[in-house]
């Protein structure tokens, strides 16, 4: 059973840090690409960043180019992301997804930690 579960959500002030992790378990984690996905307050689903499954290639999306950087460790099975520069408009529920087509689609995701930029 896939269950990939995430952790490290804060309440930060704009122009902070923090790092969230996902654990993944019930699947062969170094096989999938993995991706991050946030969803604001009455929007939907934004993908932020993928990371593919040989650990070489990353991709972001504009709006945290430059100010998030995923990372995995294949031998724990996690997922990393951090995020630096904070704004306001990073306030969201992030997700951990495991990736089915590069490097947009997904078919499991976790159930969300709560990233809230805000002074």
């Known amino acids: 059973q896939v269950q990939l579960v995430e952790s490290g959500g804060d309440w930060v002030q704009p122009g902070g840090s923090l790092r969230l992790s996902c654990a993944a378990f019930?699947?062969?984690?170094?096989?999938?690409?993995m991706a991050w996905v946030r969803q604001a307050p009455g929007k939907g689903p934004e993908w932020v960043s993928s990371?593919?499954?040989?650990?070489?290639?990353?991709k972001y999306a504009d709006s945290v180019k430059g100010r998030f950087t995923v990372s995995r460790d294949n031998a724990r099975k996690t997922l990393y992301l951090q995020m630096t520069g904070l704004e306001p408009d990073d306030t969201a529920l992030y997700y951990c997804?495991?990736?089915?087509?590069?490097?947009?689609?997904?078919?499991?995701r976790g159930q969300g930690t709560q990233v809230t930029v805000s002074s």
């Open positions: 997804a495991r990736g089915r087509s590069w490097p947009y689609e997904y078919d499991y």
């Open positions: 990371f593919n499954s040989g650990g070489s290639t990353t």
């Open positions: 019930g699947f062969t984690f170094n096989r999938h690409f």
